[in-house]
């Protein structure tokens, strides 16, 4: 029998005012750096419930990415719930759980646990170096309202945070305004001039039980307190109602916001003043391009020479020239903070403890990739040994062992910023947290001097148990994640079809076409259904230079290179000899070899800038084998970009990079190919109805099978996998069984 467990909230009157804010609040409509987004007739709906109050000021203080990082910060409230086994009223907090954003975050992001339970863990706390033990004991505190239907979410470290204080309802933010002071020299003097002594300080401390205790003594001494300044890392500010507590925060982000803007250029020029000058925007991007492949076969560290690429993983990249990052880069004061490393631990987590700056300047040619490895080599090792350094003079007994020493985030003055992660939604955030980083230095140097955390504190976190634990937890990558497809003729049918199948497995792909409005309606498709992190485009014409170009710069700059290139586009013309005109002619050749030759050869220019070899699978045609009437153009085409296959393959061996062929046949589907009259002729040659073709093709088969786009699709990614690594110049017949097709 369901049991009514409805959580009561007391009633606003119930609450006392207390602790209320000693300066006049700036009231809702009077805010410049944060968005006031609170609607009191949505809000009005959710009255009584208190959990639904919580995730709509969660969403609201999420949406507005000054006030807190993506993913960072987390909000709670307590109130009283019935409890399912006795039936009385328990206090009950709800607190975002581990993971997730708060922007996006629902009921089922929550974890709930009973106030009294946790507090009580204080009686058997033994000291801050078993801190890390009451993290499992969290789980004996677990409410479980099961009439909501839904478990609660994983409790996350900074429950204790939310737990030991008094207040109804909390947010904890990472707003760059307020870490900005926060990671000050002199932080604590300025937090309690800029607000009067209403907010409170607590020193630098890694979130955890022990904090928990810390922020509790700090209201315990100062009851008048409004919100806590936690130093390096962010703020607490909370209220009586969801309402109270949502204009608590803001206001006083807005406060420190509005104190940085005062200062902006007073005591000196931001950052120093401007040391360089940025590139145009089109050269920034052209320069970004043409390096960006470089980066990524130093930051993949699978360089063929030392570490066989086999199987190996390529990190993914993303690049920004945000005006923000421009001011940083080409600052006067780049050298003096970049190698301070970033100071809140959301920051570092994702950036590494610092970024790498390239020794180049805008001016320096970055095309003759001989030469400019030749130049960052020496950068890039030195980057390694001082991650390494780092690793080993900070690593206690138990750590887990070291990773990846690859910087995170590459600073080119007067280009741009790169950053690489293991996927490509890791890398983008990277890049956003790296800009909190940037608006944090910039507000604290013009009101104090930046200070970033210890090393070892940073350490500490970086290789933190519990967060080892969180990596270990991890879903094991898939077969393609880390690489990056780059397909022809994707819009539509066999190329679609080879391109979903590899967002499937993992893979980034860059979709093209020859045909806008296909292409952006695929697009729109493919970023419904696979996010739109993972899919990049670019119009193609495959017979000429420049827009190929043109496509692969946009594939670097969105992903950072390419691994796979797929040469499918392609058109069908069926002509007697003496119907065939030389126009027919040289488009089949400018379509099918033309264009295969060319983007092989630019793709290829990009996999030997990575270093880490990669695949090139020609989508070619039974009648590369088969000889037929009415063919000699579309047949003998076929049959250069067959031998094409081997002649690559033949050369490009030594680089690790694997070229083959897959032969379709008779793929009925919605390509080019079928459309313009083919299916009606072939039809009509056969003397049968269009649709009966499926059946009579099927029916020429050894195997009596339709071959459909997604069988190509699937011997696609046969040949790049990773099961056949060790193959290449060889060939794949997908034609349901046709003898005279087999190769002999
Ligand atoms: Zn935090």
């Known amino acids: 029998m369901p049991i009514n467990l409805k959580y009561k909230c007391e009633t606003v009157m119930d609450m006392k005012i207390k602790d209320k804010p000693q300066n006049p609040p700036l009231g809702g409509g009077g805010f410049k750096h944060v968005s006031y987004l609170w609607d009191d007739a949505i809000a009005a709906s959710m009255a009584g419930d208190e959990v639904a109050l919580l995730v709509y000021r969660s969403n609201l203080l999420g949406a507005d990415l000054r006030l807190t990082n993506y993913g960072g910060g987390n909000t709670s409230c307590k109130a009283m719930a019935k409890d399912p086994l006795t039936g009385k009223e328990m206090e009950v907090m709800w607190v975002k759980g581990s993971g997730g954003d708060l922007g996006t975050m629902k009921r089922s992001g929550l974890a709930a646990l009973y106030v009294e339970r946790l507090r009580s863990l204080k009686n058997i706390y033994c000291g801050i170096q078993h801190e890390d033990e009451m993290a499992g004991l969290f789980n004996h505190c677990i409410f479980v309202p099961i009439d909501i239907g839904m478990a609660s979410k994983a409790p996350s470290i900074d429950t204790p945070l939310h737990g030991f204080l008094p207040f109804k309802h909390i947010d904890h933010l990472h707003p760059d305004a307020a870490i900005a002071i926060a990671a000050a020299k002199d932080g604590k003097r300025i937090t309690q001039e800029l607000f009067n002594g209403t907010v409170g300080w607590v020193d630098w401390q890694r979130p955890g039980f022990d904090l928990g205790l810390k922020l509790k003594r ?69 320069k970004a391009a043409l390096i960006a492949p470089v980066l990524r076969g130093f930051c993949s560290n699978c360089d063929i020479a030392r570490n066989p690429p086999l199987g190996g993983k390529g990190a993914i990249g993303h690049f920004t020239d945000d005006e923000r990052v ?47 490895k030749e130049k960052l080599q020496p950068l ?16 206690h007994p138990d750590s887990p062992a070291m990773r990846d020493p690859n ?12 950053t690489f992660a293991k996927d490509k939604q890791t890398a983008r955030v990277a890049a956003e947290f790296y800009i909190n980083a940037i608006n944090v230095m910039r507000g604290a140097e013009a009101v104090s001097e930046y200070t970033s955390l210890p090393r070892q504190e940073a350490f500490n976190i970086e290789y933190w148990l519990l967060e080892e634990a969180k990596l270990q937890r991890m879903p094991e990558p898939k077969p393609l994640s880390g690489r990056i497809a780059f ?11 080879i391109a979903k199948k590899f967002a499937e497995e993992g893979a980034c792909v860059v979709l093209n076409d020859i045909n806008r409005e296909r292409l952006d309606s695929t697009v729109q498709e493919f970023e419904k259904t ?24 946009e594939t670097a700059l969105s992903f950072g290179g390419v691994d796979i290139v797929i040469n499918n586009a392609g058109i069908s013309i069926s002509k007697p000899i003496a119907e065939h005109s030389i126009e027919d002619w040289d488009k089949l050749y400018d379509i099918l070899v033309k264009g295969q030759f060319l983007v092989s050869k630019k793709g290829v220019e990009l996999m030997r800038k990575q270093g ?37 393959a033949a050369e490009l061996g030594a680089d690790k990079i694997r070229v083959n062929t897959v032969n379709p046949d008779a793929v009925i589907s919605d390509s080019n190919i079928w459309s313009g009259g083919w299916a009606e002729g072939r039809a009509k040659a056969y003397g049968i109805t269009v649709e009966e073709l499926p059946a009579y093709y099927a029916n020429r088969t050894l195997l009596n099978e339709t071959i459909l786009p997604e069988d190509i699709a699937n011997a696609c990614f046969a040949f790049v996998g990773g099961l056949l690594n060790k193959s290449t110049g060889n060939t794949l017949n997908v034609d349901g069984g046709v003898a005279a097709a087999f190769l002999r």
């Open 218 to 286: 700090c209201v315990d001494e100062n009851p008048a307190i409004r919100g806590i300044m936690l130093g390096s890392h962010g703020l607490f500010t909370w209220g009586d109602t969801a309402y109270e507590s949502y204009v608590n925060t803001l206001e006083v982000i807005e406060r420190c916001a509005q104190f940085l803007e005062d200062n902006y250029g007073k005591k000196r020029p931001v950052f120093g003043g401007q040391k360089i000058q940025a590139l145009r925007k089109e050269e920034r991007l052209q």
């Open 326 to 372: 421009l001011e940083f880069i080409n600052s006067n004061d780049l050298c003096k903070l970049a190698p301070m490393g970033t100071s809140c631990p959301d920051h570092f987590l994702r950036t590494k403890i610092s970024p790498l700056v390239l020794n180049l300047t805008p001016e320096d040619d970055v095309s003759i990739t001989t030469a400019i």
């Open 380 to 395: 890039f090792e030195a980057y390694r040994k001082m991650y390494a350094d780092y690793f080993n003079t900070c690593k």
């Open 407 to 418: 910087p995170v985030v590459i600073l080119y003055p007067g280009v741009g910023m790169f």
């Open 487 to 497: 397909v022809t003729g994707s819009a539509g049918g066999i190329g679609k079809a």
């Open 530 to 553: 696979f996010g739109k992190d993972i899919v990049a485009s670019a119009l193609l014409d495959v017979s000429n230079e420049a827009s190929i170009e043109k496509a692969f710069a």
């Open 612 to 648: 880490f070899g990669g695949d090139i699978v020609n989508v070619v045609s039974k009648n590369s084998i088969v000889a037929g009437p009415n063919n000699a153009g579309y047949g003998s085409a076929k049959a250069a970009q067959a031998h094409l296959t081997r002649l690559l």
